[in-house]
Structures are given as C-alpha cells and as structure tokens.
C-alpha cells in the first residue's frame, strides 16, 4: 500500500513538471493571442475583438488553474524543502487583479484601458512567469 501511495505521489509530481515544460509554450500563445486582440482593437474591428476577448479570457482562465494546480502539488510533494515562493505569490495576486481590471474594462467599454491593460500589464506579467516563475518552479525538479 505504502508503494501505491509512494507512486501515486511521484506521478503528480512528475505530472506537474511536465506541466511547467508546457506553461512555457503555452504564455507564448497567450500573448500572441493577446496581440492578435490588440490587432483587432486597433484597426476598431470590433466583432473579432470580442470573440477574441473571450478567447483570451478563457485561455487566462485555464492557464490560471493549471500553475495553481501544479503548484498545489509542488508544495505539497516537496513539503519540508525550502523554496522562495512569494514572486509566485506575487505575480498570481497582480495576474488575478489584472484580469478583474479587465473585465471592468470591458464592461465600460473602454477600449483604450483595455488595450493598455492587456499590452502593458497582462504581457509583462506573462513574461515575468516565464522568465523567474517557470524557471524557478522547474529547478525544483531536482529536489
């Protein structure tokens, strides 16, 4: 029984850094998805604008509960080891309040905020994740 748990325990973990391998792939599509929105923002192509939105929302969305998942099982399989976990912490709060500032965009129709939101904001948080996070997360590996 010990050795099914012992199993169970270092699939997720394994599990989980595979995951971080494709976070890494997975921001980059995001944040072409995101300039692709801009696109349509810019040349005031509405109706795409807000299929591609929506789009973006969900990938958000997805991409959020994926690290919080993976990073749910890191800290719980790697219990006892010592890692720096607040440029997590930090980037999933600012993520989270740059969606929500989003949405209130939208819902004020404020083309401009938005744009600027998703150009200025969600892009550089994006790219924070993958050049401190992820990394960081993936060296774990070797705990």
């Not at 991409?63 to 890692?83: A, D, M, N, P, T």
């Not at 500032?101 to 150009?119: G, N, Q, S, W």
Request: net charge negative; proline share 1%; hydrophobic share 45%.
């Amino acid at each position: 029984m010990t050795s099914l748990i012992n199993n169970k325990k270092n699939d997720s973990l394994e599990l989980a850094f595979e995951s971080i391998d494709s976070c890494f792939g997975y921001v980059d599509y995001i944040t072409s998805r995101i300039q692709k929105l801009i696109g349509f923002y810019n040349t005031n192509d509405l109706d795409q604008a807000n299929e591609a939105f929506i789009e973006v929302v969900d990938l958000m969305d997805l991409y959020i509960q994926l690290i919080s998942k993976v990073y749910r099982v890191i800290r719980v399989e790697l219990q006892g080891k010592s890692f720096k976990d607040e440029s997590i912490q930090k980037l999933e709060i600012h993520l989270l309040s740059v969606i929500k500032a989003l949405l209130l965009a939208k819902e004020k129709e404020d083309v401009i905020m938005l744009c600027d939101l998703l150009e200025y904001e969600l892009v550089d948080n994006l790219t924070q994740w993958k050049i401190k996070v992820l990394p960081e997360l993936k060296k774990l590996k070797s705990f």
